[in-house]
């Protein structure tokens, strides 16, 4: 791979998708965004929003339709919690509300009018990024890791080389209809140049079993190419899709990140989050242990010792 001749850019700039219906988590979703689904105390974007400011982003897009307020209520300024947490001397909960968004980050709202498709979405996001790499991130695959987030990981290998990055983990071989996939050179330790992606392709014509999840650094060259993007899986204009035409002019890197990638746009995804979370938490882990014994326990799932 020949690096750029200048130094690359640090990415400054996330775009998170968040206009789906989220019907999988009905009746649920009927009033709340899946996006604010928590996970012990926090709604899922706010890990994702936490994970890219971790990586140095400072700009927030936020790519929503006209029925979710609740993000953008989220993320807005709370003043009467506010007053009343400082009035009370709430020091710890008045803390815990400003940290939603830090100082010196600032949360932009983009409308996607229609529901085309991922790579419509971020298309959405184009005025507000202009010409600079920038990170995409899913915030339904939450990705828990003691050390550095993925998105950084993944932020500094694009800084080292000037290349796209896509996180990608192996899933079995009945899923590959459920991502995109992709093929690769060999891999130099986590990473690989892709060399083709296709979205949800079934698994007799899969490339390989390594699929992308919901964490990108992409070249702004993507959004020329989402512009002419043709309706692809799904009827969808696909992000994939112009991946596989950015991957034809510039390198893209596939990136085994290290944590673990929890799916909670799925029932399973979002209760195995929230039991890793409550093991790992500072002061829940125990009593979780306990709770969760107790619960195989009475439903004779294990012999209590
Ligand atoms: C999207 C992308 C797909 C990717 C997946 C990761 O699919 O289109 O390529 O593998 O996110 O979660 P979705 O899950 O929105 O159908």
Redesign the pocket.
């Given at each position: 791979m020949t690096p750029s001749a200048t130094r690359p850019a640090r990415i400054r700039k996330a775009v998170f998708p968040v206009a789906?219906l989220g019907t999988r988590f009905l009746p649920a979703t009927k009033t709340v965004p899946k996006e604010m689904l928590p996970v012990i105390d926090r709604p899922l974007i706010q890990y994702a929003v936490d994970e890219a400011i971790e990586a140095g982003c400072d700009t927030l897009v936020f790519v929503t339709n006209r029925y979710k307020h609740a993000v953008a209520d989220y993320f807005d300024k709370a003043y009467e919690l506010e007053q009343k947490l400082e009035r009370s001397g709430k020091t710890e909960q008045l803390e815990l509300v400003r940290s939603v968004l830090p100082e010196g980050v600032r949360a932009v709202f983009v409308t996607q009018a229609e529901a085309l498709?991922?790579g419509h979405a971020v298309l959405c996001a184009k005025p507000v990024i202009g010409d600079e790499p920038f990170a995409v991130v899913?915030p339904?695959?939450l990705i828990w890791n003691r050390g550095p987030g993925a998105l950084k990981q993944m932020a500094d290998l694009a800084e080292q080389t000037g290349a796209s990055v896509l996180a990608t983990q192996n899933v079995a071989p009945e899923k590959t209809a459920?991502?995109?996939?992709v093929a690769t050179e060999d891999f130099a330790g986590r990473q690989g140049r892709i060399t083709a992606?296709v979205?949800?392709p079934k698994p007799d014509v899969a490339p390989s079993t390594l699929?992308?999840?919901?964490r990108y650094v992409l070249s702004p060259r993507i959004f020329d190419l989402l512009e002419t993007t043709t309706p692809g899986?799904?009827g969808e204009i696909?992000?994939?899709d112009a991946i596989s035409a950015l991957l034809a002019e510039e390198p893209v890197l596939a990136y085994r990140f290290q944590g673990t990638r929890f799916?909670c746009?799925s029932h399973i995804g979002l209760v195995e989050a929230t039991i890793r979370y409550a093991l790992d938490h500072e002061t829940l882990s125990d009593a979780a242990r306990e709770v969760m014994q107790k619960a195989l326990s009475e439903l004779g799932v294990i012999e209590l010792t």
């Amino acid at each position: 791979m020949t690096p750029s001749a200048t130094r690359p850019a640090r990415i400054r700039k996330a775009v998170f998708p968040v206009a789906g219906l989220g019907t999988r988590f009905l009746p649920a979703t009927k009033t709340v965004p899946k996006e604010m689904l928590p996970v012990i105390d926090r709604p899922l974007i706010q890990y994702a929003v936490d994970e890219a400011i971790e990586a140095g982003c400072d700009t927030l897009v936020f790519v929503t339709n006209r029925y979710k307020h609740a993000v953008a209520d989220y993320f807005d300024k709370a003043y009467e919690l506010e007053q009343k947490l400082e009035r009370s001397g709430k020091t710890e909960q008045l803390e815990l509300v400003r940290s939603v968004l830090p100082e010196g980050v600032r949360a932009v709202f983009v409308t996607q009018a229609e529901a085309l498709g991922l790579g419509h979405a971020v298309l959405c996001a184009k005025p507000v990024i202009g010409d600079e790499p920038f990170a995409v991130v899913l915030p339904d695959d939450l990705i828990w890791n003691r050390g550095p987030g993925a998105l950084k990981q993944m932020a500094d290998l694009a800084e080292q080389t000037g290349a796209s990055v896509l996180a990608t983990q192996n899933v079995a071989p009945e899923k590959t209809a459920s991502y995109g996939i992709v093929a690769t050179e060999d891999f130099a330790g986590r990473q690989g140049r892709i060399t083709a992606i296709v979205e949800k392709p079934k698994p007799d014509v899969a490339p390989s079993t390594l699929a992308v999840v919901g964490r990108y650094v992409l070249s702004p060259r993507i959004f020329d190419l989402l512009e002419t993007t043709t309706p692809g899986a799904g009827g969808e204009i696909q992000l994939t899709d112009a991946i596989s035409a950015l991957l034809a002019e510039e390198p893209v890197l596939a990136y085994r990140f290290q944590g673990t990638r929890f799916d909670c746009g799925s029932h399973i995804g979002l209760v195995e989050a929230t039991i890793r979370y409550a093991l790992d938490h500072e002061t829940l882990s125990d009593a979780a242990r306990e709770v969760m014994q107790k619960a195989l326990s009475e439903l004779g799932v294990i012999e209590l010792t």
